[in-house]
Each structure stands twice: as structure tokens, then as C-alpha cells.
């Protein structure tokens, strides 16, 4: 599909609107998708957080301060996936082309064990590592925000965490989709904690009703006065243990002392004059996207056209063997000897599509992960571009909407439940239908497998391209169909961001696709080859900045949700 010229009015019109005013600090409240603007962009599943992180870079801030801020103030306007409970990553590409990453990711507290979940049979105990104390793991984001902000910042970090205690303190009004969300997760709250909390409401939430967030506002505060010592020691910290406590959770002081996020080495791989700098393990986001973007490379997508049956054929057959390939060899790499250099070599990757035909589906039971040479739903994105061409690309999440739906009491913010990303039991899929076995099992200390994948895309050398997205499993799938979109498609970011997509993860065995994903006809092909269908609802909301050919940036904001793009 070539950028529709429908979709070219839209950005124009979109363009005018945000060219002609400046962004009014009081009053947006409105998503606000497809924006094109000279200078700066944030791009976030909340509107208010979109407009602190615009304020910060207004006032001279660079991306990564507007990082910090957009963070802060999406852990307080949506709390399904905002967070200080969780963790997450950033791929950053500086003005100067230098690139790296930081890995803020959870850990397993020091008590937990290989078979935390599993009962006396051995068998998986459903709802342990998703709902409640025992699905948390140590919380990275705080440690993340300190250390992004000491090495990358440029404001005063008082500043950069004040705009997020203001909305609290001020309280958030509620949308539509975020008083359905909270109301959908009512008696999970009410399951999960032995007190009352901010997000429970008897009568249900209505849009407009107004958060009150009056803890959260004391939490930040602490942080923005002690930094990294405002969460992992003192009042805070006592707090979390005794939420703890109450819940048969894991976590201790000691756990919290010992947080500590990573710098890694970005995962890079070409794609045509295309360079793809994404997340490396613990996050299986950044090989797999690679993986796929070269199985595909040789292919002619561009001219099969979009989600056409070729199209779809061909992507969906690489996907099933990246993530036969994710379930056996990715997990932490501080722990597991990850085979990185082996799963991106190019003959190992042509050997991965040695069995595929043109004229049939491989069934999953066929495909095993590979042998590479041994050397070894919910989330949230936000992308951002500064004045200076700095660029920040970040996933964070709490895992599950709401995540273990445990509130620490007197400190107002939600803990994650992201132990479920472990391997439970070997072959015992998680909540997102993941399996996984040894690489990804549990142990003390160590960080879960994740799929989360904050990806910068450059061309011949320059900023292109910041992209990533919530979504769970099919958080990869999402963000290399973005991509395909506009590298092959010729999408613009706000066409590419909204186009509908489909997923396939190798088990299990189905084309999990959205409404008018793939036409009558292009299903009717691909079950004549053998593959299975299923519809389902829309998923995902990525986050995109592209830089157009004449310098401006466009802003494409997910239209399936609140999402929001402001730039000026
Ligand atoms: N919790 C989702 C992920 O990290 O993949």
C-alpha cells in the first residue's frame, strides 16, 4: 500500500492544526495522532505524559530528561502500565551518532526458586505468578530514571521528576478506555490487597471522574529529594516490605538494597541501507526483530504489496521459526550463556528458511528452535526526539494491565507481575502463550525473559526512525510490521503506527490477526497453504517518530488507544 493520499490530507490537516498554534499547556487533554513538527516530539499512550515530556524538551531539556519526566507522569495518568512498580529498557542514540542501551528490567527477589509455582505434582499452579505478592519482581524503573538521568540528562533531576508530583497531586481525569480498564480490573484489586486503594471504586468509574493520587504524589517526592535512596531505602522501602509481608511476597530490604540497572551493548543488524540498533537479552526483542527483518530480506514484500497472501506467507513463516528460537535460547544473559553472535550469523539465519515452500505452511510441530553456533498486554512505549537530534526509545511495564494489581499501601503505586515472564514449568505456556525451558528458568537475582523491543532505526548513517510498542508477545511482530511498513510500504508514521496487524508465534500454531488485518480473499489463500486463522481484538499501541526527507518529524500515536503524539 503506497502512503494513501486520504492518509496524506490527514497529516497536512494535522500539520496545520499543530503548526499554526503552539500546544497549550493547560488544556490538551485530547489524544492527538499523525503530527508533524520542526523541532521536538513525544510521543506516549497518555496525553498528559506527552505534554510533560513537550514542556520539559520546550524548556531546553534534552530527550532524556523529557524521558525521565514522561516516565514519572505515565506511572501516574495510566497506571495499566505506567509505573515506579515495574521496569523496562531504553535504546538511546545520541546527536552524535553514538548509541547504547540500559536495562532497568525487574529481578527475582533472592528467595525465589526454580519451582516457586509448581505444587507438590509439580504442576503449574495457575494465578501464583500473575495475580498477588508472589508475581513481583524487584521493581527497576526508579534505579533506571536515576541512572539514565545522571549519565544522559541535562536539567536538574528536582526538575524532571516535578511535573509527574504536580499531576498527582492535582490528580488525573480520567478517559474513557482508562475508566473501563480500571472497572474491568475491580475485583482483582479488591483480591489482591487487604486494604482499600485509590483505584477502587464501588460504583464503578465513569470518564471525567477525577484519580485522586495524593500517596503517589508523597512517593515521587521522596524520590525527586533522595533520588535512587527516595525508593529502594527508608520510608518507601519500608513501605514495600510490609506490602509485602502482608501477601506471602518475596521481596526484602535487601532485594531493593541490592537493584541495580545495567548499560548493554545494543543489539544491530542491517536491513538493506537500513541499520536496526534495538534491545539485547534479557529482552529477546532486539535478536528476534533482527532475525526476522533479515529471513525476510530476500523476498520481494515491496512488491507482493501489503498484506498481500505472499506477504503475509512469508512474514508469517519467519515468525514461527524466531519464536521457536526465542522459547529455547534467550534468557538472561548474566545467567545463560545466550548464543547472540549464533542467532544472527547469516548462514545460520539461511539455513532457518532452508524447509520453507512458497506453496504450503510449515506446521509448528516441524520447526525446532535452531542449533546456532555456541559462543554462548501490558506495557507501554514512548518515543522521543530533541532539538539537538538526540533520541530516546523506551518500553516499560508493570507486565499484566495493572500488574500484580498490589498496591503498596501508603505509597500509592502499583507493584508488576512480571515473574510470570519466567519459564514457570518447561513448555507450560505464561499468560502471553509463551513457552520457554532452561535459558529463561527461574532463578535468585535473575531477570526475566522479555519481548519488550525499543528499536532506533538509521538510514545511511542518520536518525530514521524511533519505534516500539506495548503488547506483550506480540510486542515483536508489531514493531517489525511498523517497520516493514514503512521501509517497504512506503507508509508514512501515523498510516504505519494504525495499519492493522497479525501475529504468529510458532505456538501456538495460528495467524492471530486483527479485524481487516488480511481481506476475505488473502485468508481464503493462506488456509489453502495450511495456515489457521484466528481473528482477535486490536493489540498493541506503538509509538513512532519518523524523520521526513525534508528534516520535520512526524509523530504517529497508536489511534487504538489514548495515544498521544505532540511535537513543536
Ligand atoms: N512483560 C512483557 C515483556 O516484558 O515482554
Redesign the pocket.
Known sequence: MKNVSGNSILVFLLWLCTGCTSVNQETTTQAQQGVIASRGMVVSAHPEASKIGLAILQKGGNAYDAAVATEFALAVAYPRAGNIGGGGFLVYRLSTGQTGTLDYREKAPNAASRDMYLDAQGNLQAGLSTLGHLGVGVPGTVDGMVTMHQKLGKLPWADVVQPAIDLAARGVILTEREARGLNAAQQEFQQANKHTSHLINTTGWQAGDTLRLNDLARTLTRIRDKGRAGFYEGETADLIVREMKKGKGLMTHQDLKEYKSVWREPIKGNYKEYTIISMPPPSSGGIALVQLLQLIEPYDVKGWGWQAPNTVHVIVEAERRVYADRAAHLGDPDFYKVPMKGLLSSSYLKQRMAAFAMDRATPSAQVKAGEPQKESDQ?THYSIVDQWGNAASVTT?L?GNYGSKVVVEGAGFLLNN?MD?FSAKPGVPNMFGLVGGEANAIAPGKRML???TPTIVEKDGQLFLVVGTPG?ST?ITSVFQTIVNVLEHGMGMQEAVAAPRFHHQWLPDRIDHEPKALSTQTREILKSLGHQLQERAPYGAVEGILRLPNGKLEGGADSRGDDTALGY
Open positions: 506495557t511495564t507486565n512480571e515472564d522479555s519481548s519488550m506483550g510486542i
